[in-house]
């Protein structure tokens, strides 16, 4: 793939690992502050940071096989779980929340499909599929570790989420001027 032939393949990976975990550090500061103390933002920190921190140390003594896709396909799906009780434990979230579960979901689809595509197809000819998981999976990993920090709603997916979700009601969408 192509990044990883560029930087190496492990680099990238501690490179998301220490973006979570600067990440955490950041939001350890908020909530020591008392600007955000009732929402998941650091318990999603926490556990996205403990999750690439020991993903990162857990796989760097595995080979980078096809068999490896699998495993972080997984790995990410304990980890959504982990989000998902963080979020019945607090029961309100914020902007980043919604951007960590389509970001792990987005991953995990990808995984998926390159495992499938080298270990059950046993296909050895690059193509397109990638090039997408590639640069997907390194991009979404980054928009995750940035929303964490800014907490803010980026690419506009919860109003796209608002917006098909007032679509379905049959209700109007209002924007702001």
Not at 78 to 91: N, Q
Request: glycine share 6%; proline share 1%; charged share 10%.
């Amino acid at each position: 793939m192509f990044l990883t032939e560029q930087f190496g393949f492990f680099s990238l990976s501690a490179l998301s690992a220490w973006g979570f975990l600067m990440a955490f550090f950041f939001n350890i500061f908020i909530y020591s502050i008392d600007i955000k103390r009732k929402t998941t933002l650091l318990i999603s920190s926490f556990i996205m940071m403990v999750s690439y921190m020991a993903g990162d140390h857990f796989f760097t003594w595995l080979s980078s096989t096809a068999v490896t896709y699998i495993h972080w396909a997984l790995y990410d799906l304990v980890t959504l779980l982990f989000l998902g009780g963080g979020y019945l434990l607090i029961k309100k979230t914020t902007p980043s929340f919604t951007y960590l579960v389509c970001g792990l979901s987005i991953n995990i689809l990808l995984f998926v499909a390159v495992y499938l595509d080298v270990q059950v197809y046993k296909n050895s000819t690059y193509w397109i599929l990638w090039d997408i998981y590639s640069f997907g999976v390194n991009i979404i990993d980054f928009t995750m570790i940035v929303v964490l920090i800014v907490d803010r709603d980026i690419l506009g997916l919860i109003k796209l989420k608002n917006g098909i979700k007032a679509l379905f009601k049959g209700q109007q969408i209002k924007h702001p001027v």
